[in-house]
């Protein structure tokens, strides 16, 4: 194990933590609302996360056995996300509510790969992480607007899947605009000016972000989440089994592989996140049991700062047999 990379991200780890209690003080002492929380999650989806996106895609130097990486981590948020949901679908009958079963499928899918993720990925692949991660997330906003919603429709009406969303969202479009950017890179550089913009506003993301996770934390019954069985139950799944099964498979997909290393960490590490912030934005929007997505959310978030090192040590290990 590189002992310099596992400090990188528990430092990281460390601060994302700090942040979140400051989200957490932050609602106590109403500096933090329901109104500034709904527009600042609006900034960071509409404005941070396109950004943070396409900064990390024109940041990099035109090559293309850089592009044919990124491809390759392109391919593997196509593949990850219906592994992780079939895992989910299985895990269904754990949670006999019906409506509890949606939002813990939705949420079992679905990580904090890009506000949190990216953050992460940079401590553990220096230079390259958070370029990985712009490909990877392309994977997940399709998946999101198709799987994710299919989730959540099921006994409802009023929830429609449309190829529209699946295709043009705050997610992929950007991810869009950055491949072709990162294109340009081939024939001429891209403006300095225009990558420290997106540096700039994308580097809203994680702090936003985590205060808004502790502001939603904030809202809940601290005490229920601790005595919920539901949730011990949940988080366990999600930080735990899950990434422990996505490792091995991992591992066993990529025997012979020159990079097989670096792609088991990636996808151990990917599947270990926290649940999305999207699982309560989308449960509150459709007013699916809006509290238990915020407690699957916090939860996951709380738990995965112990978590997350574990993951990445039993990583490690798995990677290098």
């Known amino acids: 194990m590189d002992l310099t990379t596992f400090l990188n991200l528990l430092t990281i780890i460390g601060v994302l933590f ?17 109104v500034s929380s709904n527009r600042m999650s609006k900034l960071i989806i509409e404005i941070g996360q396109p950004a943070l996106i396409i900064g990390a895609l024109i940041s ?7 592009l044919r990486e990124g491809l390759l981590y392109l391919a593997i948020g196509f593949l990850l996300h219906p592994l992780m949901g079939v895992i989910a679908l299985l895990c269904g009958r754990f949670f006999p509510e019906p409506d509890e079963k949606n939002l813990s499928a939705f949420a ?51 929830i429609k899947l449309t190829p529209k969303k699946a295709l043009l969202n705050f997610g992929t479009v950007p991810c ?40 939603l934390i904030a809202t809940q019954d601290l005490g229920a989440i601790l005595k919920s069985p539901h949730l011990y139950l949940f988080n366990t799944i999600k930080l735990i089994v899950l990434p422990l099964i996505v490792c091995v498979i991992a591992k066993l997909v990529t025997l012979g592989f020159a990079n097989s290393y ?3 960490m990636f996808c151990t590490v990917i599947s270990a996140l926290p649940s999305a912030s999207t699982v309560a934005m989308l449960a509150e929007l459709y007013g699916i049991k809006p509290g238990y997505a915020a407690q699957a959310v916090g939860s996951s978030s709380i738990f995965s700062v112990a978590t997350l090192p574990l993951l990445y040590f039993i990583g490690d290990f798995v990677a290098k047999l």
């Open 262 to 264: 670096e792609l088991v």
């Open 18 to 34: 700090m942040v979140m209690l400051v989200g957490y003080w932050c609602r106590h002492r109403d500096i933090i609302n329901d």
């Open 108 to 158: 079992l899918t679905f990580t904090n790969a890009a506000f949190i993720g990216f953050p992460i990925l940079a401590a553990i692949f220096p230079g390259k992480g958070p370029f990985y991660g712009a490909f990877f997330v392309v994977g997940f906003n399709v998946y999101v607007w198709t799987f994710g919603i299919w989730l959540l429709s099921r006994g409802r009406d009023d």
């Open 60 to 66: 990099k130097p035109f090559s293309w056995e850089l």
């Open 176 to 215: 869009f605009i950055g491949l072709a950017l990162y294109l340009l890179k081939a024939v001429a550089p891209t403006p300095t000016l225009l990558v420290d913009f997106c540096g700039y506003l994308g580097n809203l993301c994680m702090p936003i972000s985590v205060l808004i996770i502790g502001a």
